[in-house]
């Protein structure tokens, strides 16, 4: 359950009036990397979380409430940045306060063009956010990624987090109002700690990688191919030891074509590079398969169900991925 706190969680303030910045800002409201769509992320991600990894789901449902408090931040400045348009834009006869600001039409058609990215919003918000981005495109659903696998949606977090922080960055540099510059230091700040919040839960998850269950097929895991001429870039991606244990290494396919027609079409590939037997591979699959379906099916049980325990002492046990680790 939710419940609301009037106070906000970071004392917002602004030094005065700037319409044109709370355009701007207006993007981390119902933008594709701003609050609503974070908050939505981690609050859809948490409902499968929620059984088999109650430490999981506890991080997922506290960042996503976190989220809703920035939420409440952004919407708050945008409100406090836009000051007197409500009241004056009801003000229907008398000059009004965008009047007033851009004193004369070609101030105004000036303002228009070179700041108000979306002047469609001063009339349509009446003083408040709207719940779109800064060029006025509504939010969208599918700003939300979830997927139903920890080890996926931690990592969608981690670059969720990511465009934010960056997002934020930006937008710093284009307001000079200390009040305001200190609000997006602490909301940029906060993604940097979820980032590294998300980064951890996932390190806490053993395997974690290939993302899933299925191993990939060690004929084609170790395969760099040079896809451009003449001359591919060489680094620690196509080149020496990859990212597996000692002995293993990229296998550099200098002529791809080439390759193609030799192996008939890769299907007669040999591994190369890889140490793992294709046996071995189903091996991890099946013992993977039946560890992570039994953790799930042990943890959320059939026939009537209750979500909450009320009054309950509430389980403190590590996630089951945890457990496995130790
Ligand atoms: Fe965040």
Same mark, same amino acid.
């Given at each position: ?107 105004? /058609?000036?303002?228009? &063009? ?5 002047? !469609?919003? =001063?009339?349509?918000?009446?003083? *408040?956010?709207?719940? $779109? ?120 396919? /200098?002529?791809?074509? &080439? ?5 008939? !079409?890769? =299907?007669?590939?040999?591994?190369? *590079?890889?140490?793992? $037997? ?49």
């Amino acid at each position: 359950m939710f419940y609301h706190v009037k106070e906000l969680q970071f004392n917002a303030r602004v030094s005065a009036p700037d319409p044109k910045f709370a355009t701007l800002l207006l993007d981390q409201f119902g933008g594709p990397n701003g609050e609503l769509k974070a908050a939505m992320q981690y609050f859809v991600q948490a409902f499968v979380a929620r059984k088999p990894y109650p430490a999981k789901y506890d991080l997922l449902m506290d960042t996503a409430t976190e989220e809703l408090s920035h939420l409440e931040m952004v919407g708050a400045t945008i409100t406090m940045l836009l000051d007197g348009l409500g009241g004056e834009m009801k003000n229907a006869v008398e000059p009004t306060y965008l009047s007033k600001l851009m004193e004369g039409k070609a101030a105004k /058609e000036d303002i228009i &063009q070179e700041g108000l990215v979306s002047p !469609g919003f =001063l009339v349509e918000s009446g003083g *408040g956010p709207t719940m $779109t981005d800064s060029n006025g495109y509504p939010w969208q659903g599918y700003y939300v990624t979830a997927n139903g696998d920890l080890t996926v949606d931690l990592r969608s977090n981690i670059a969720a987090e990511s465009r934010a922080k960056i997002v934020y960055e930006y937008l710093l540099q284009f307001t000079d109002d200390p009040d305001v510059k200190n609000t997006l230091r602490f909301l940029m700040t906060r993604e940097i700690t979820h980032f590294q919040q998300f980064t951890a839960a996932l390190a806490d998850i053993q395997p974690n990688f290939p993302p899933g269950i299925r191993q990939g097929d060690p004929r084609y895991t170790h395969l760099a191919f040079n896809n451009s001429g003449p001359e591919s870039q060489r680094g620690p991606w196509n080149q020496g030891q990859g990212p597996w244990q000692k002995g293993e290494e990229w296998v550099y396919v /200098e002529e791809p074509l &080439q390759y193609s027609e030799e192996t008939n !079409g890769l =299907l007669d590939q040999k591994i190369e *590079g890889s140490k793992k $037997t294709q046996e071995e591979v189903k091996k991890a699959n099946k013992d993977l398969s039946e560890s992570r379906s039994s953790e799930i099916k042990a943890a959320v049980g059939s026939g009537a169900m209750q979500w909450s325990s009320y009054g309950e002492k509430s389980q403190k046990s590590p996630d089951k991925t945890t457990d496995d680790k130790k």
